[in-house]
C-alpha cells in the first residue's frame, strides 16, 4: 500500500469551522443512530475527540472517534467501526487493517505519523476540541423534541382506537356468529361426505366383482388360436386384463399384458400421421425391433415384417412413420420390466388405421 487513506474525500474540509462542524455533525449522528454507544449521554459526549490534519503527502484529512461499548473506534473516516483506537501516554495509537498510525501531542501542537512502502508520512494536526460534545447535544435535543412529536401522534391515533372500541366488539361479536355458522355447515358438509364415501366404498366393491367375472372371462379365451395371429384382440386383451388390475390390484395379470400395453401408449404418443397420404393412413405395417437392456431400442434393427396396403409407396410412407415414432420415443427408454428382459428382448409393433399394438 502506498499511502494510508484517513478519508475517502478530501474535498469536504476546505474551511476551518465548516471542516470542523461538518466532521462532527457527521459523526455524532452515527453514533447516536447505533445501539452500542455508551451507557449514559455524558460518557458518550466527554469520550468524543476530532481532529484535522494537514501534510504535503496526505493533503488534508479528518477523522473523529469515540467510545463504543468501553473501547475507541473510529468513526470518520467511514469505517464500519472496525478501527480500533488505543490511548498512549503522548497521544493515541490508531490500529486498522493496513498497518498502525500514530497521533503524538508535542509542543508545538498534535503530529499524525505514519509508516507505507513509500516511507514515512508526516501531517500536522489540529484538536476539535468540545465541538463534537456541543454539537451532540444539539442533536439530541432535535431526536428529544422529534420523539415528543411522535408520542402525542400515538396518544391521538390509541384514543382514537379506544373511541372505535364499541365498533370493534360489534365486528368481532359478529364475526363469532359468522364462525358458529360455519361450523353448523362443516358438521353438515362432514355428513355428507361420509354419505359418500360409503357409496365410493359399495361402488369399489362393486368394481372388483366386475373386474373378477371379467378375470375368468379373459382367461377362458383360447390364447393358443384366437389370440395368436389377431394384433387387435390381443391388444383388447391386455387393456381389459390392465383394467381389472386397476378395479381390483389383488389380480394377478401376466407381466407381459400389463408391461407391453404402456409401450403401445408411448408409441401412440409419438406416432405422427400428420403428412401422410390417405392411402398411408389405410394401411397397416408390422415392424419388429431389437431392444437394449435398458429398455431402449436397437435404431439400425428396425424392419418391416409385414403390410396390409393399397400400394407402395403408402406402404413405405406408413413404414417410415411408424420406424420415426419407435426411435423418437426410445431415446428416453419404454415403460418396461427392466429385470424381465429376456421377455421383450425383441418386440414386434403394429401401426394401423386401429391403432398401435405391442406384442
Avoid at 383360447?222 to 391388444?235: F, I, P, R, Y
Wanted: charged share 25%; net charge negative.
Amino acid at each position: 500500500m502506498d499511502r494510508i487513506e484517513l478519508s475517502s474525500s478530501n474535498d469536504k474540509w476546505r474551511d476551518g469551522m465548516g471542516r470542523r462542524l461538518g466532521i462532527a455533525t457527521a459523526i455524532v449522528a452515527a453514533a447516536l443512530g447505533t445501539t452500542v454507544v455508551a451507557d449514559t449521554l455524558s460518557e458518550f459526549k466527554s469520550s468524543l475527540t476530532g481532529f484535522y490534519c494537514v501534510g504535503d503527502e496526505i493533503g488534508v484529512e479528518a477523522f473523529l472517534f469515540g467510545e463504543i461499548s468501553g473501547e475507541l473506534r473510529v468513526f470518520v473516516p467511514a469505517s464500519g467501526l472496525d478501527i480500533a483506537v488505543e490511548e498512549t501516554s503522548s497521544g493515541f495509537r490508531i490500529v486498522f487493517a493496513e498497518g498502525v498510525a500514530f497521533l503524538t501531542e508535542n509542543d508545538d501542537g498534535w503530529l499524525f505519523h505514519a509508516s507505507t512502502e513509500r516511507g514515512p508520512i508526516q501531517a500536522t494536526c489540529q484538536h476539535l476540541g468540545e465541538v463534537p460534545a456541543s454539537i451532540a447535544d444539539s442533536i439530541v435535543t432535535t431526536f428529544e423534541e422529534f420523539s415528543t412529536s411522535e408520542i402525542e401522534s400515538i396518544e391521538l391515533r390509541l384514543n382514537e382506537a379506544l373511541n372505535d372500541r364499541e365498533q370493534v366488539q360489534s365486528q368481532l361479536k359478529n364475526s363469532l356468529e359468522k364462525i358458529k355458522s360455519f361450523e353448523l355447515e362443516r358438521d353438515a358438509t362432514t355428513k355428507a361426505l361420509k354419505l359418500t364415501i360409503s357409496d365410493q366404498e359399495a361402488t369399489i366393491a362393486e368394481a372388483r366383482q366386475v373386474a373378477s367375472r371379467m378375470k375368468l372371462i379373459l382367461d377362458e379365451i383360447d390364447e393358443s388360436e384366437t389370440l395368436a395371429g389377431n394384433a387387435l384382440l390381443k391388444s383388447i386383451r391386455s387393456k381389459l386384463l390392465v383394467l381389472a388390475m386397476e378395479l381390483d390390484p389383488s389380480i394377478e395379470v401376466p407381466i407381459e399384458f400389463i408391461g407391453y400395453q404402456p409401450v403401445a401408449s408411448q408409441l401412440s404418443m409419438c406416432w405422427n400421421v400428420g403428412s401422410l397420404s390417405t392411402d398411408a393412413l389405410r394401411t397397416t405395417v408390422k415392424l419388429e425391433v431389437e431392444m437394449y437392456s435398458n429398455t431402449m431400442p436397437r435404431p439400425g434393427t428396425v424392419h418391416m415384417i409385414g403390410s396390409s396396403g393399397s400400394n407402395e409407396s403408402a406402404t413405405l410412407q406408413a413404414f417410415e412413420a411408424a420406424r420415426r415414432a419407435i426411435i423418437r420415443c426410445g431415446v428416453g427408454g419404454f415403460d418396461l420390466p427392466e429385470d424381465q428382459y429376456e421377455r421383450w428382448e425383441k418386440l414386434i409393433v403394429t401401426f394401423g388405421p386401429e391403432g398401435v399394438f405391442v406384442e
